[in-house]
Protein backbone atom coordinates (compact mmCIF):
# COMPACT_ATOMS: atom_id res chain seq x y z
CA UNK A 1 0.00 0.00 0.00
CA UNK A 2 2.82 2.56 0.53
CA UNK A 3 3.80 2.19 -3.06
CA UNK A 4 0.74 3.25 -4.05
CA UNK A 5 0.73 6.06 -1.73
CA UNK A 6 4.65 7.13 -3.59
CA UNK A 7 3.28 6.66 -7.49
CA UNK A 8 1.69 10.17 -7.72
CA UNK A 9 5.13 11.36 -5.90
CA UNK A 10 6.93 9.79 -8.70
CA UNK A 11 4.74 10.60 -11.67
CA UNK A 12 4.82 14.55 -10.41
CA UNK A 13 8.72 14.15 -10.19
CA UNK A 14 8.87 12.64 -13.30
CA UNK A 15 6.72 14.96 -15.73
CA UNK A 16 8.98 18.11 -13.55
CA UNK A 17 12.17 16.54 -15.04
CA UNK A 18 11.00 15.83 -18.28
CA UNK A 19 9.86 19.53 -18.61
CA UNK A 20 13.05 20.40 -17.07
CA UNK A 21 14.92 18.67 -19.39
CA UNK A 22 12.90 19.85 -22.49
CA UNK A 23 13.35 23.63 -21.37
CA UNK A 24 17.17 23.12 -21.04
CA UNK A 25 17.31 21.21 -24.35
CA UNK A 26 15.29 23.31 -26.35
CA UNK A 27 17.31 27.01 -24.98
CA UNK A 28 20.56 25.38 -24.44
CA UNK A 29 21.63 23.16 -27.61
CA UNK A 30 19.62 25.19 -30.49
CA UNK A 31 19.68 29.08 -30.05
CA UNK A 32 20.85 28.89 -34.12
CA UNK A 33 18.28 27.19 -34.70
CA UNK A 34 15.77 30.30 -34.52
CA UNK A 35 16.75 32.73 -36.76
CA UNK A 36 15.15 36.40 -38.34
CA UNK A 37 14.90 37.61 -41.24
CA UNK A 38 13.61 41.16 -42.22
CA UNK A 39 10.81 40.39 -44.99
CA UNK A 40 11.00 43.89 -46.30
CA UNK A 41 14.84 43.74 -47.11
CA UNK A 42 14.09 40.34 -48.43
CA UNK A 43 11.60 41.24 -50.46
CA UNK A 44 12.85 44.18 -52.24
CA UNK A 45 15.93 43.17 -52.70
CA UNK A 46 15.08 39.42 -53.85
CA UNK A 47 16.03 39.74 -57.76
CA UNK A 48 12.24 38.49 -58.91
CA UNK A 49 10.77 41.35 -57.46
CA UNK A 50 13.36 43.61 -59.10
CA UNK A 51 12.82 42.03 -62.37
CA UNK A 52 9.04 42.13 -62.05
CA UNK A 53 9.10 46.04 -60.78
CA UNK A 54 10.74 46.68 -64.03
CA UNK A 55 8.72 44.75 -66.07
CA UNK A 56 5.89 46.19 -64.86
CA UNK A 57 7.19 49.76 -64.94
CA UNK A 58 8.10 49.27 -68.66
CA UNK A 59 4.29 48.29 -69.33
CA UNK A 60 2.86 51.07 -67.28
CA UNK A 61 5.11 53.80 -68.81
CA UNK A 62 3.77 52.32 -72.79
CA UNK A 63 -0.11 52.47 -71.22
CA UNK A 64 0.97 56.17 -69.58
CA UNK A 65 2.42 57.10 -73.14
CA UNK A 66 -0.64 56.67 -75.06
CA UNK A 67 -3.09 58.30 -72.39
CA UNK A 68 -0.62 61.22 -72.47
CA UNK A 69 -0.62 61.40 -76.16
CA UNK A 70 -5.03 61.18 -75.74
CA UNK A 71 -4.42 64.10 -73.31
CA UNK A 72 -2.31 66.40 -75.46
CA UNK A 73 -4.74 65.63 -78.38
CA UNK A 74 -7.88 66.42 -76.23
CA UNK A 75 -5.65 69.77 -75.18
CA UNK A 76 -5.56 70.93 -78.77
CA UNK A 77 -9.17 70.81 -79.67
CA UNK A 78 -10.40 74.24 -79.33
CA UNK A 79 -14.20 73.32 -79.20
CA UNK A 80 -14.49 71.53 -75.85
CA UNK A 81 -18.09 70.79 -76.56
CA UNK A 82 -18.27 69.09 -79.68
CA UNK A 83 -18.87 65.24 -79.88
CA UNK A 84 -15.34 64.64 -81.24
CA UNK A 85 -13.75 66.56 -78.02
CA UNK A 86 -16.37 64.43 -75.78
CA UNK A 87 -15.08 61.21 -77.50
CA UNK A 88 -11.86 61.92 -76.64
CA UNK A 89 -12.42 63.16 -72.82
CA UNK A 90 -14.62 59.43 -72.90
CA UNK A 91 -11.64 57.67 -73.78
CA UNK A 92 -9.19 59.69 -71.55
CA UNK A 93 -11.05 58.54 -68.72
CA UNK A 94 -11.65 54.24 -69.66
CA UNK A 95 -7.85 54.53 -70.32
CA UNK A 96 -7.19 55.91 -67.05
CA UNK A 97 -9.46 54.07 -65.39
CA UNK A 98 -7.54 50.33 -67.12
CA UNK A 99 -3.95 51.98 -66.43
CA UNK A 100 -4.69 52.01 -62.70
CA UNK A 101 -6.73 48.98 -62.78
CA UNK A 102 -3.88 47.04 -64.52
CA UNK A 103 -1.56 48.66 -62.16
CA UNK A 104 -3.55 47.34 -59.43
CA UNK A 105 -3.94 43.71 -60.73
CA UNK A 106 -0.47 43.64 -61.78
CA UNK A 107 1.21 44.48 -58.94
CA UNK A 108 -0.97 42.12 -56.78
CA UNK A 109 -0.42 39.24 -58.75
CA UNK A 110 3.35 39.51 -58.80
CA UNK A 111 3.68 40.66 -55.11
CA UNK A 112 1.51 37.36 -54.37
CA UNK A 113 3.92 35.62 -57.33
CA UNK A 114 6.94 36.65 -55.05
CA UNK A 115 5.68 36.02 -51.73
CA UNK A 116 4.73 32.42 -53.01
CA UNK A 117 8.57 31.83 -54.44
CA UNK A 118 10.12 33.39 -51.20
CA UNK A 119 8.19 31.17 -49.17
CA UNK A 120 9.33 27.99 -51.13
CA UNK A 121 12.94 29.55 -51.02
CA UNK A 122 13.03 30.17 -47.52
CA UNK A 123 11.80 26.31 -46.47
CA UNK A 124 14.93 25.31 -48.74
CA UNK A 125 17.37 27.86 -46.50
CA UNK A 126 16.09 26.69 -43.35
CA UNK A 127 16.04 22.78 -44.38
CA UNK A 128 19.47 23.24 -45.55
CA UNK A 129 21.14 25.46 -42.71
CA UNK A 130 19.14 23.07 -40.05
CA UNK A 131 16.94 25.77 -38.60
CA UNK A 132 14.15 25.03 -36.87
CA UNK A 133 12.29 28.58 -37.08
CA UNK A 134 12.76 31.40 -39.35
CA UNK A 135 10.44 34.84 -37.92
CA UNK A 136 10.00 37.34 -39.70
CA UNK A 137 7.31 39.97 -39.19
CA UNK A 138 6.43 42.12 -36.20
CA UNK A 139 9.27 41.27 -34.50
CA UNK A 140 10.44 44.27 -32.29
CA UNK A 141 14.00 43.67 -31.40
CA UNK A 142 16.52 40.66 -32.69
CA UNK A 143 19.88 40.07 -31.39
CA UNK A 144 22.34 40.82 -33.95
CA UNK A 145 23.50 36.98 -33.95
CA UNK A 146 20.38 35.41 -35.07
CA UNK A 147 19.49 37.80 -38.46
CA UNK A 148 20.09 35.45 -41.00
CA UNK A 149 18.68 38.26 -43.86
CA UNK A 150 22.01 38.93 -45.68
CA UNK A 151 22.78 35.00 -45.81
CA UNK A 152 19.23 33.91 -46.86
CA UNK A 153 18.92 37.17 -49.47
CA UNK A 154 22.14 35.48 -51.17
CA UNK A 155 20.92 32.42 -51.18
CA UNK A 156 17.53 32.93 -52.38
CA UNK A 157 18.59 35.07 -55.41
CA UNK A 158 21.19 31.88 -56.32
CA UNK A 159 18.42 29.90 -55.94
CA UNK A 160 16.08 32.34 -58.43
CA UNK A 161 18.99 32.50 -60.81
CA UNK A 162 18.79 28.39 -61.17
CA UNK A 163 21.69 27.47 -59.04
CA UNK A 164 22.07 24.20 -57.28
CA UNK A 165 23.19 24.79 -53.48
CA UNK A 166 24.14 22.19 -51.05
Given at each position: MNKLKLLPLINTLLIIGLILFY???ATSNNKESIVYVNNAKLFNEFQMTKEMRTIGEDQMQEKRKI???LVTNYQSIEDKTSEASQSLQNRIVILNQE???FQQDY???VNQ???DRLDVYLEEFGKAKGLKFILGSNILYVEDTIEVTDEALQYINQRYNGLQLN
Amino acid sequence: MNKLKLLPLINTLLIIGLILFYVFNATSNNKESIVYVNNAKLFNEFQMTKEMRTIGEDQMQEKRKILDGLVTNYQSIEDKTSEASQSLQNRIVILNQELQEFQQDYFNSVNQKITDRLDVYLEEFGKAKGLKFILGSNILYVEDTIEVTDEALQYINQRYNGLQLN
